[in-house]
Structure formats: C-alpha cells, structure tokens
C-alpha cells in the first residue's frame, strides 16, 4: 500500500502502482484489439508449428513470405509508436495483414484436397473468423 507523505493510503494507486492516470475508453479498446490480435498470432504460429509443419515436409505449398515480412515490419513499427493515432492506423494494418496471410494460407490449402489438410484448415479458418468478428 502507498501512503502520502501525509500517512493517508493512495488507493488510486494500489493496483497500478505506475499509473498516474485512468485509461481512457479508446485506450482500453486498443489495448484489447492489440490483445486479441496478439491471441490471432499465437493460435496461427501454433497451428503452423504442430499441424502445417509436419504436412509441408511430405507436401509443399507455395507460401507467401512478403506477407509475413510485411506483417512484422508493421508491428516492429507499432512497437516503437508514441503517437496513438499512428498506432491505431498499425494495428488496423496489422489486422488487416494478419487476415490477408491466413486467407492465402487457407488457399494454399484449398489446393491440396487431401485429408490431412482437414483440421489445419479448420484450425485456420477459426482463427479467420475470430478476427473478422474484432
């Protein structure tokens, strides 16, 4: 707990011992796309790791790497930000990208109708449908 300098507890500053000030709505909302899209990354890196991967060494897919490139360019960029305003446009971006990689990914796949590209497919077309709902 934090006291003044006068003995009184300073509440405000309890849970959040560096916060000065309360975030605003549109903060909080940022904050939560930037988590959720975050969330989108993880699931897509999983997926890729443990059900693409072992799939691609018997079948190879034509990838799109300039996407990925361009997708961690964007949130290198949105790491550095200071303006809010320009970071919101980057995590439109990145959202946007993200989008773009999966479905090309999920194209890529169509191409190949074995069956054992089922469950990556659905794993990614989840993964698509949870960031078109953000």
Same mark, same amino acid.
């Given at each position: 707990m934090e006291i003044s300098e006068h003995g009184e507890? !300073?509440? =405000? !500053? /309890?849970?959040?011992?560096?916060?000065? !000030? $309360? =975030?605003? /709505? $549109? +903060?909080?909302? /940022?904050h939560s796309k930037m988590s959720r899209l #975050? +969330?989108?990354?993880? @699931?897509? #890196? @999983? #997926? +890729?790791q443990t059900l693409l991967l072992p799939l691609l060494e018997q079948n190879p897919l034509p990838l799109h790497p300039k996407d990925s490139i361009e997708f961690r360019n964007i949130c290198t960029h949105m790491a550095l930000q200071r303006d809010s305003q320009q970071f919101e446009s980057d995590l439109h971006e990145a959202h946007q990208c993200l989008k773009t990689i999966i479905g090309k990914l999920i194209c890529s796949l169509e191409a190949f109708p074995l069956e054992s590209y089922i469950p990556v !497919?659905?794993?990614?077309?989840?993964?698509?449908?949870?960031? /078109?709902a953000m």
């Open positions: 507890a !300073r509440p =405000e !500053r /309890l849970a959040w011992p560096r916060l000065t !000030r $309360r =975030e605003t /709505l $549109r +903060e909080m909302a /940022l #975050v +969330e989108a990354t993880s @699931q897509l #890196v @999983q #997926v +890729e !497919r659905s794993a990614l077309r989840q993964i698509l449908r949870n960031l /078109l």
